[in-house]
Every structure is written in C-alpha cells, then in structure tokens.
C-alpha cells in the first residue's frame, strides 16, 4: 500500500501519499516567503515560517474534513471507506462500493464542499472577530487564508468534471433521469473530457503566448488528471465486451 499512515479518524485510516510532501512544503515556502509577509510588514523571519507552517497545517485539516464529510455521508448509506489519501492535488476518499442509487451520489458527492463552504465560513467569522483595532492581525492573515482556501475547495470541486465532486453532482442528475448508471457514465465523463481537454489548451495557449511559466503549466496539468480519471471512472462501470 502506496503512503505514509498518519493515523485514523472515526475508524478511518489517513494517509499521505509521497506526491504531497513536495507541494506540503512549496505551500509553506511560498506562504513564509511571498503570502504573509504581504500582509505582516515587519515580522520576523521565524515568525513568518511559524505562521507559514500553521497555515499549510490547517490547510492540510481543511483537506481531511472534506475527504472526512464524503467518508462519513457514505457510512450512512452503507459504504464504508477503505481510507483516506492525501495526494498531490488534494485528497480522495477511497470507498468500497459505489454508492447504489442517484440520491447516494449526489449526497455523498455534495457533503465535500458543503464541509468546505462550512469551514470557509467559520474562517470569516474568525477573521471578523479579529479585524478590530485590538484584533491580532496574525490570527486576521490567517483566517482570510482559510477562507479563501476553502472556498477555492468548496467551488473548484463543484466543477462538473471527474474526479471532482461536481462530476458525481452531475453522473447522479443523469443517472436520475436516464435510470442508466452506465449511461449517465458515459455522458458525465464525456463532459469531463471535454472540459479537461479546454484546460489543457488553455495551458498551451499561454505557454506560446506568455512563454514558459510554473502558473500556465497548472492548468495542463489538471486538464491531464482529469482526462485520465474520467477515462478510468467510464472503464470501471461500463459492461465488459470480450
């Protein structure tokens, strides 16, 4: 079994794939180097890699109670989870069963980024409640990461594209309609491939007009997840044909 074991949660084994390490440690670089000192002229070296490393600690909890809120809605339609991963792009809950009717996905699938949203929210109640004249202005920085973070979680996921979970949104309001789980496979994954090969030119089309650059390789290389994740998702479901 590929990952680091970090421990359980409500019986749940948490992992660490190898891809995370790298990005765990380019988020707090850049959080310590770029992000806080932004907002926090004046702090000390120590104090920014302090606030970068809780930060990057958070963000990795927001990850977990997203992966945890699919976990826990699957047990109570039955599924269990096999584990939790923490990889290069985010996090995955692995689950046992697919889940067994269009009402099981879509609330399985939507738990994610309402968990997301959620904790967004709680992060701009935290910033509101320090943004007075004797708020910390560390604990301010560091709600409006979590929100905003969050928030990115709670809306990239809603894109209606496989693995996120808008693509399952979407499969479970087809397979609701067409009654045909490989059916609405098939069509959900199509659109998934269609907005993933969108991506992917993007990337290119500002690779030759803004020359090479790390933020116009992102979209490639997202575009190229979730091309290959659509195309296994259809493969795992469609009926065999010798």
Known sequence: MTGLGIGRLFGIPLRLDISWLPMAG????????????????????????????????????????????????ARAFGISTARITLFLFGGVAMMRAEPPTPKAEFWIAIAGPVMSLALALLAGAGSFLTSGPNGARAALVLFD?????????????????FPMDGGRVLRAALWRQTRDVVRATRHATGISQVLALGAIFYGFWRVWNEGVALDAFWPILIGGFIFVSARRVYLSVRPYRP
């Open 26 to 73: 380019f988020i707090t670089w850049s959080l310590a180097t770029s992000y806080f000192p932004m907002f926090l002229s004046g702090q000390t070296g120590i104090a920014s890699v302090a606030l970068a490393l809780l930060g990057t600690v958070c963000l990795f909890a927001s990850l977990i109670a997203h992966e945890l809120a699919h976990a826990l809605t």
């Open 145 to 161: 990461f979590l929100f905003i973070v969050n928030m990115i979680f709670a809306l990239f996921n809603l894109i209606p594209a």
